[in-house]
């Protein structure tokens, strides 16, 4: 990511939508937890409910059952009216005497079903154990079947004395009519014929009464009859067990999601570098693991890396590592910064709140346990052949016969060459001071990393005497170390340049006896050494503990770890004059908190050169 990568804008894509209840699975766990308590509660303290079902075909009552009706069997049945007279008080208090309910309850637990276009009622009872609802099935369906045939015959009762009283009636009147018939041997007149007309009409009207009276007497009042009768084992809702326990379990994480977002809404976190970089307007500098162990590896190798055209400057200036909060792994990522620049070979003054040293001290240990301090290989001392004129030179060649031009000298394999170290001059101080960091100045000191060689040619004695000067493969050069200068103060370099110092024209002076070579002898590790307890020494450098983060002490590197900057206005304040570098932590800094503090360096001038993510070890 580079700058141009801060404005640039970003999809959102499931990855990012899916980190957000991951990284809130307290929450989902919680409403998952919730939703399957509430699901066992209900299997253990609600009684089971076991369901019969019983079925019942309704017949049309015909006097020839043979004969199909005219129109549907809807029609032939009015099923309405038959799933009112299957769920009239009749039945329900039947079924109260049988089950021994009360009648609420018997009335809420049977229910009658009738499918469209059928003449089918489903009695279906409700009940608290396989006995009940078997016999409050059962007994819905014998009860509607009993009202029912009841009800037809009372209808066939009535219709059937309507036929006797008019059979009677008719019965009367042909024996009126008959009484008005002349006796036997009178002559027939017109009034006889009426007479017989009308008895033969009573008697016609007689026949058809009787038939008709016969096929109602005749005809079959059945309602219907039983096809499948309830009957044990029956289904409950405990056999639904483990379908309800999924259903929770499915339930918990799709409630959990939603409050897992609800809450990311009401409380935000940063969740990537590219949500950082965007509230921050920076670009990330590295990617740091969040652990209490050491943080000097290769993150915060790399990370130096990205911070080297700040670091090498010829003017130092403070490096100032800001958080929003203290639980986001600012003091890990400065200790860890503070090893990596010390194992490079810089002395570095970190600095930090006395809160902090608790988590900065124990990073440091472990990177001098990781890279132990070490000193430069000593050599036997060799006298200076530049300080008087009668000591050998420290580059001695052997002289050679001269031989005519155009021919090539003789060469053999015992010619040599001697180069000998001498040690560059020192300031004046007292034997076995402190000087430089790692040195001490004196006899018997060691060799400092920033050593450099002087080469000087000088001439070499001539064969003859008058022989013409000029140069000759037969010269001599002395080589001696002298002390790389340090970088004096000057411009800046620009567009993040690294500043390289170069060698000064100064004329080399006399040197003194040395102990050691140049920087490029080998080192020797040492015990880990410290002049105090606020020094550790990593490898080739060493880091000092400032205490107090504006004591003013800026030789050298400084690096200050400021406290959180959302209540302590130090860090700001000093990165006005150096540079700062945010850190966040991954789902741990709130966007809001790390908001307002990238405000509040803007208005104090302050543009953060990049930010860190911290993120924890499983990420």
């Known amino acids: 990511m580079d700058a141009t990568d801060v404005a640039r804008p970003r999809p959102v894509g499931l990855a990012d939508l899916a980190r957000i209840p991951l990284r809130r699975w307290r929450t989902v766990l919680a409403a998952v937890g919730l939703l399957l308590l509430l699901v066992v509660a209900y299997l253990v303290f609600v009684p089971a409910v076991y369901t019969a079902t019983t079925v019942v075909v309704v017949r049309p009552v015909v006097t020839d059952p043979f004969s199909l009706p005219a129109g549907g069997a809807d029609r032939a049945v009015n099923m309405t009216a038959e799933t009112g007279i299957a769920t009239s008080n009749d039945v329900v208090d039947k079924v109260a005497q049988i089950t021994g309910r009360d009648v609420e309850g018997v009335a809420n637990a049977l229910k009658v079903e009738t499918p469209v276009g059928g003449q089918l009622l489903r009695f279906t009872y409700a009940g608290e154990s396989e006995q009940e609802a078997v016999a409050g099935a059962n007994g819905a369906a014998d009860t509607y079947l009993s009202l029912r045939k009841g009800?037809?015959?009372?209808?066939?009762?009535?219709?059937?004395?309507?036929?006797?009283?008019?059979?009677?009636?008719?019965?009367?009147?042909?024996?009126?009519?008959?009484?008005?018939?002349?006796?036997?041997?009178?002559?027939?007149?017109?009034?006889?014929?009426?007479?017989?007309d009308q008895i033969r009409a009573l008697n016609d009207q007689l026949a058809q009464l009787a038939e008709q009276r016969s096929k109602i007497a005749s005809a079959d009042l059945s309602p219907g009859s039983v096809t499948s009768a309830a009957r044990a084992p029956v289904p409950s809702n405990r056999d639904s067990a483990p379908l309800f326990v999924l259903a929770g379990l499915l339930g918990?994480?799709?409630?959990?999601?939603?409050?897992?977002?609800?809450?990311?809404?009401?409380?935000?976190?940063?969740?990537?570098?590219?949500?950082?970089?965007?509230?921050?307007?920076?670009?990330?500098?590295?990617?740091?693991?969040?652990?209490?162990?050491?943080?000097?590896?290769?993150?915060?190798?790399?990370?130096?890396?990205?911070?080297?055209?700040?670091?090498?400057?010829?003017?130092?200036?403070?490096?100032?590592?800001?958080?929003?909060?203290?639980?986001?792994?600012?003091?890990?990522?400065?200790?860890?910064?503070?090893?990596?620049?010390?194992?490079?070979?810089?002395?570095?003054?970190?600095?930090?709140?006395?809160?902090?040293?608790?988590?900065?001290?124990?990073?440091?240990?472990?990177?001098?346990?990781?890279?132990?301090?070490?000193?430069?290989?000593t050599r036997p001392p060799i006298a200076n052949t530049v300080a008087t004129s009668s000591a050998k030179p420290a580059v001695e060649l052997v002289s050679k016969p001269r031989v005519p031009e155009g021919v090539s000298p003789p060469r053999s394999m015992d010619d040599t060459v001697q180069i000998t170290a001498v040690r560059s001059p020192r300031p004046a101080t007292a034997a076995g001071t402190t000087g430089a960091p790692g040195t001490t100045v004196g006899p018997g000191t060691p060799s400092r990393p920033d050593d450099t060689v002087q080469i000087t040619p000088v001439r070499s004695a001539r064969?003859?005497?008058?022989?013409?000067?000029?140069?000759?493969?037969?010269?001599?050069?002395?080589?001696?170390?002298?002390?790389?200068?340090?970088?004096?103060?000057?411009?800046?370099?620009?567009?993040?340049?690294?500043?390289?110092?170069?060698?000064?024209?100064?004329?080399?002076?006399?040197?003194?006896?040395?102990?050691?070579?140049?920087?490029?002898?080998?080192?020797?590790?040492?015990?880990?050494?410290?002049?105090?307890?606020?020094?550790?020494?990593?490898?080739?450098g060493l880091v000092r503990l400032i205490r107090d983060l504006d004591?003013?002490?800026?030789?050298?590197?400084?690096?200050?770890?400021a406290p959180a900057a959302n209540r302590d206005d130090r860090g700001v304040r000093i990165a006005r004059a150096g540079f700062a570098v945010l850190v966040t932590a991954r789902d741990r800094t709130r966007t809001a908190h790390l908001g307002r503090v990238v405000e509040r360096l803007r208005a104090a001038g302050v543009n953060p050169v990049g930010f860190v993510l911290t993120r924890d070890g499983r990420d």
């Open 252 to 377: 918990g994480v799709l409630v959990g999601t939603l409050l897992a977002f609800v809450r990311e809404a009401m409380d935000r976190r940063v969740r990537s570098a590219n949500e950082a970089s965007e509230i921050i307007g920076a670009p990330l500098l590295g990617t740091v693991q969040r652990s209490k162990g050491d943080a000097a590896t290769s993150e915060m190798r790399y990370l130096v890396l990205a911070l080297n055209q700040w670091v090498e400057r010829p003017k130092p200036v403070p490096l100032v590592v800001l958080s929003s909060d203290e639980d986001e792994g600012r003091a890990q990522v400065s200790a860890g910064l503070a090893a990596a620049l010390a194992e490079a070979g810089h002395e570095v003054r970190l600095g930090s709140s006395p809160e902090s040293l608790e988590q900065i001290r124990p990073v440091l240990l472990a990177a001098q346990r990781r890279v132990p301090p070490t000193v430069a290989a």
């Open 151 to 196: 009800m037809y015959e009372d209808q066939r009762a009535a219709v059937l004395k309507s036929y006797d009283d008019t059979i009677s009636l008719v019965t009367t009147q042909r024996a009126t009519t008959q009484r008005q018939l002349p006796d036997e041997g009178s002559n027939t007149g017109p009034r006889t014929s009426a007479l017989l």
């Open 463 to 540: 064969p003859a005497a008058g022989a013409p000067a000029g140069g000759s493969p037969d010269d001599t050069m002395v080589i001696s170390p002298v002390r790389k200068p340090r970088p004096s103060p000057g411009p800046e370099a620009k567009n993040g340049a690294v500043y390289r110092s170069g060698t000064t024209n100064e004329p080399p002076k006399p040197s003194t006896p040395a102990a050691s070579a140049s920087a490029s002898v080998p080192v020797t590790p040492v015990a880990p050494v410290a002049d105090d307890d606020r020094t550790v020494r990593i490898g080739a």
């Open 551 to 561: 004591s003013g002490d800026d030789r050298g590197l400084v690096l200050l770890d």
